[in-house]
């Protein structure tokens, strides 16, 4: 059962670097979510998708854009690094009844 | 629109000890109550759930009542071992939203020692 999975697992970037994170889940589940958890703090949602070909914003996403071409596949991308994008990045997929499965999280360092 | 505010932590503990985390929402609707758990260097994983008022979540010991009247879902446990020590989460399902999406609090550390 390998359920939501996500790669990297850590990364350090250059300010001005670009880089994909990537997210699939085998769960057939049409809501796909992106957060980002800075230290210390709680989840903030970047961005979310109801099903394929549908994506939209949340509460943060400035500096990210994703893509939903498959209802397996969630990529996050960042274009143009920013040290405020440093933190710990989670994609969760949701089934019908409201939980939520999340990935193991990408470890972002921008420097 | 909807919130979550949960007690700030950390929380430090003995071994065998009582543990209540507070949580309370706002929220239109009727929404699902849920805890997460974050044990270090992991995602979030599901804890318990309630889906409707007086509905009791439970797992590993943990419990939580739905509580339409006060707004509210601690979580308790009565006697807490180190493998507890984790960041507990309690979250909203508002099924009324786009997307179904999650409203989460802040997060509360639990430090259990031996």
């Known amino acids: 059962n390998a359920g939501v999975t996500q790669t990297p697992k850590f990364r350090i970037l250059k300010i001005g670097q670009s880089m994909t994170l990537q997210c699939t889940q085998d769960m057939n589940h049409n809501y796909m979510y992106w957060y980002r958890q800075d230290p210390g703090m709680g989840l903030k949602l970047i961005y979310y998708s109801v099903g394929a070909g549908i994506t939209d914003k949340g509460e943060v996403p400035n500096g990210y854009n994703v893509s939903r071409s498959t209802t397996e596949d969630f990529p996050l991308r960042l274009e143009l690094a920013a040290p405020s994008q440093t933190s710990v990045y989670f994609c969760?997929?949701?089934?019908?009844?409201?939980?939520?499965?999340f990935g193991q999280g990408t470890r972002l360092t921008v420097v | 629109g909807n919130s979550v505010t949960q007690m700030e932590g950390p929380v430090t503990l003995s071994e065998e000890a009582f543990l209540t985390i507070n949580c309370t929402y706002t929220a239109t609707g009727y929404p699902s109550l849920f805890w997460y758990v974050q044990y270090p260097g992991e995602g979030l994983q599901l804890l318990l759930k309630a889906t409707k008022a007086d509905d009791k979540g439970s797992n590993k010991g943990f419990e939580a009542t739905y509580r339409k009247e006060t707004t509210s879902f601690h979580l308790e446990k009565g006697s807490v071992q180190v493998s507890d020590s984790a960041v507990y989460f309690c979250a909203l399902s508002d099924h009324e939203a786009a997307g179904n999406k999650l409203t989460f609090g802040g997060g509360t550390r639990v430090l259990v020692k031996p």
């Open positions: 969760a997929s949701i089934n019908p009844q409201g939980e939520a499965f």
